[in-house]
Each structure stands twice: as C-alpha cells, then as structure tokens.
C-alpha cells in the first residue's frame, strides 16, 4: 500500500511539474507581447519629448537684427527677426516719443502710418521696411518690440526690444528746432552783420541728363539763396566750400515743405547749403545733384563765396518712376578747394504712390 502511495505522490507532483511549466511559458508567451506593444509607444514618446524639448529652446530666442543702430530721419532701413520652427504670427510696436512718427510698408507695397504703442500685425514674415520721422530732437531714441505669438494656445507668446537713435542733423545740438532766418544767423560772427541780396533768388534753367536711363525728368527747378556775411577775404588765404544738407520733401512754386516721403505725382525736392569756411573768396563754382530714379542733374557756373558767405539751393524734380527707398545728393566741384572731403552729401527718401 505504501509503494502504491508513492507511485501516486511521484505522477501527481510530474503533473504538477508539466502543468507549471506550461504555464511558465504561457505567461512568457504574454509577456513577450505586452512588451512589443509597449516598445513602439515609449520611442514616440522619447522621440515627442526630445522633438519638444528641441523646438521649445529654438522659439524661445527671438533675435532683431537691424541694419544699423542709428538712422537719419527720413531713412528707410530694414529689420529683421528670427524665423520660428513653429507656426505663428508676428507683431511690432513702438513706443510713444515726442515729434517721432513711423511709417511701414506692407506685404502689398502699401506704406502704412502707425500710431505708437498698438501692435501692427506683420503675419508670418520675419522682415519690415520701416521709414521713422524725428522732428523735435537732434537725436532720438525709439524703443521697438517685436512680438511673436504662436498659433498653439497652449505655447506661450514670446517678444524681444531694442532700440535705434534717429539723427535730425538739420536740428542744432542745442535740441531746439530752428526756423530758416534762425539758421541763417547761427552762421554768423559774433559782432558782424549779415545783409540779405536785393535781388530775389535766382531760378536757374539747367541741363539736366537721365544717365542713361531714358527716363524723362523734365526740367529740374533749382531756388538760390545768397546769404552774406564777412564779405573781407584774405588774398593769401585758402578756400573751402562745405556742402550741407538741409532736408528733403517738396516744392510748390518756390516754397519747399519737408517731408518724411515723396508721392510719385509731386514735385519732389531736396535742400543743401553750400558755404565757404575758407579764408579766401572762391572761384566760380558748380554741382552735380543725383536724383531719386537715377536722375543726375548738373548745375551751370555758380556765383563766388566769400568767406562766411552761404548759398542755399533747392532742387525740384519731377517725373519719378520708381518707388521704395531712393537715394540723392550733389557733389561740388570748386577749382583750388584744400578740402574735397567737405565737398558732397548722401541721403535717402522713400518714395510712394
């Protein structure tokens, strides 16, 4: 009876051993699925967190970059800004000062006049033309934001500032505007009288040439001004004819009105000063004006200068063609001059229809 018992206790405890060991691999069989289901799942979520990671540390540096950090009034120059890896929108505001306007221009060409301290939205692009008018101080300093806003609700905004110093350099350093009778007599020495011409300005008929271009200017209106002052010049003395620009807007008869733009339908001007700092009257001289759409416009034989003594020319020209940022000057050309590095200016109007 014992060795039947035995004999029992040795299947039962094989059955035990074979139903164990099914089990075992049944349950390895299981898990061996779980966990290729799991597998793919936890990468995706590796590869969402880096990828999230990556592009949360790329949208947060927002960085403005402008041409430069000084402008002159009147200028168009470009800013520029970090292009997001995410989709979204982006916005910029100035802050309020004093006898300073902005003016932009859209996606369309349009030049738009924006009110400081409200967002003007810029859409996706990550560029803007910007044209910014300081009329009451020499320098300026203009405070911008940009703004980016992302389209995911959930990600937070993210904005960036700086700041460019505009330049009226038709403002003394004294920071007070002057009118023209003001700045005339600024020119003169302490003690000296100045007298005004008795004959009015003169209106000159020059010839003018499109270098080239074939474009039809008309014919350019120039206004003179002669301002007298120390008219006693040393023989043995040098001359020195400094040019001097004055401002840039448009011309109605013979009145000049400045202006931060020029429409392509206006008669367009500019301003400059051409003065003698030397000690010795000059000899007859002449410029040549660059005009906006590559005019080039060349004076006849301009009256001498004695020492102190000034001309102030206005040159009115027409029949622009091209709109955008557009460059001018004049260059003299004065025989016996010592200095040539006085002799010629550059600036920049935005022209618009």
Same mark, same amino acid.
């Given at each position: 009876?014992?060795?039947?018992?035995?004999?029992?206790?040795?299947?039962? *405890?094989?059955?035990?051993?074979?139903?164990?060991?099914?089990?075992?691999?049944?349950?390895?069989?299981?898990?061996?699925?779980?966990?290729?289901?799991?597998?793919?799942?936890?990468?995706?979520?590796?590869?969402?967190?880096?990828?999230?990671?990556?592009?949360?540390?790329?949208?947060?540096? @927002?960085?403005?970059?402008?041409?430069?950090?000084?402008?002159?009034?009147?200028?168009?120059?470009?800013?520029?800004?970090?292009?997001?890896?995410?989709?979204?929108? !982006?916005?910029?505001?100035?802050?309020?000062?004093?006898?300073?306007?902005?003016?932009?221009?859209?996606?369309?060409?349009?030049?738009?006049?924006?009110?400081?301290?409200?967002?003007?939205?810029?859409?996706?692009?990550?560029?803007?033309?910007?044209?910014?008018?300081?009329?009451?101080?020499?320098?300026?300093?203009?405070?911008?934001?940009?703004?980016?806003?992302?389209?995911?609700?959930?990600?937070?905004?993210?904005?960036?500032?700086?700041?460019?110093?505009?330049?009226?350099?038709?403002?003394?350093?004294?920071?007070?505007?002057? *009118?023209?009778?003001?700045?005339?007599?600024?020119?003169?020495?302490?003690?000296?009288?100045?007298?005004?011409?008795?004959?009015?300005?003169?209106?000159?008929?020059?010839?003018?040439?499109?270098?080239?271009?074939? @474009?039809?200017?008309?014919?350019?209106?120039?206004?003179?001004?002669?301002?007298?002052?120390?008219?006693?010049?040393?023989?043995?003395?040098?001359?020195?004819?400094?040019?001097?620009?004055?401002?840039?807007?448009?011309?109605?008869?013979?009145?000049?009105?400045?202006?931060?733009?020029? %429409?392509?339908?206006?008669?367009?001007?500019?301003?400059?000063?051409?003065?003698?700092?030397?000690?010795?009257?000059?000899?007859?001289?002449? !410029?040549?004006?660059?005009?906006?759409?590559?005019?080039?416009?060349?004076?006849?034989?301009? %009256?001498?200068?004695?020492?102190?003594?000034?001309?102030?020319?206005?040159?009115?020209?027409?029949? @622009?063609?091209?709109?955008?940022?557009?460059?001018?000057?004049?260059?003299?050309?004065?025989?016996?001059?010592?200095?040539?590095?006085?002799?010629?200016?550059?600036?920049?109007?935005?022209?618009?229809?």
């Amino acid at each position: 009876m014992n060795q039947v018992t035995q004999e029992q206790k040795d299947s039962v *405890t094989k059955t035990f051993a074979i139903v164990g060991f099914v089990v075992a691999i049944l349950f390895a069989v299981w898990l061996a699925v779980q966990i290729v289901g799991v597998i793919p799942s936890a990468f995706n979520s590796l590869a969402s967190i880096a990828d999230g990671v990556y592009n949360y540390n790329e949208d947060q540096e @927002l960085t403005v970059a402008a041409n430069d950090t000084v402008a002159n009034t009147g200028e168009a120059f470009e800013l520029s800004w970090t292009q997001m890896s995410r989709p979204g929108t !982006y916005a910029f505001s100035y802050a309020c000062t004093e006898g300073t306007s902005v003016d932009v221009r859209n996606a369309k060409g349009d030049v738009l006049s924006l009110e400081c301290g409200i967002d003007y939205t810029l859409g996706d692009t990550n560029a803007l033309d910007i044209v910014i008018t300081s009329e009451k101080q020499r320098f300026t300093d203009v405070s911008y934001t940009i703004t980016y806003t992302p389209e995911d609700t959930e990600a937070l905004a993210v904005e960036t500032s700086s700041q460019i110093t505009i330049v009226n350099a038709s403002i003394p350093t004294t920071g007070v505007a002057m *009118t023209d009778e003001e700045a005339e007599a600024e020119g003169q020495v302490a003690g000296e009288t100045t007298s005004e011409p008795e004959e009015e300005p003169v209106v000159e008929e020059p010839t003018t040439n499109t270098g080239g271009t074939g @474009l039809t200017a008309g014919t350019p209106t120039t206004v003179e001004e002669i301002i007298y002052a120390i008219p006693t010049s040393d023989p043995n003395g040098k001359i020195d004819l400094q040019v001097t620009y004055l401002g840039v807007g448009t011309l109605e008869g013979r009145t000049f009105a400045s202006a931060g733009s020029i %429409d392509v339908d206006e008669q367009g001007a500019f301003k400059f000063e051409v003065t003698n700092i030397g000690t010795k009257t000059s000899k007859e001289w002449s !410029y040549d004006a660059h005009l906006p759409s590559g005019i080039e416009y060349t004076s006849g034989e301009q %009256d001498v200068l004695k020492p102190n003594e000034k001309a102030i020319i206005t040159i009115g020209f027409e029949g @622009l063609t091209q709109v955008g940022v557009e460059r001018f000057g004049a260059d003299i050309d004065a025989e016996s001059d010592v200095n040539n590095n006085n002799n010629s200016f550059t600036w920049a109007v935005n022209v618009v229809k």
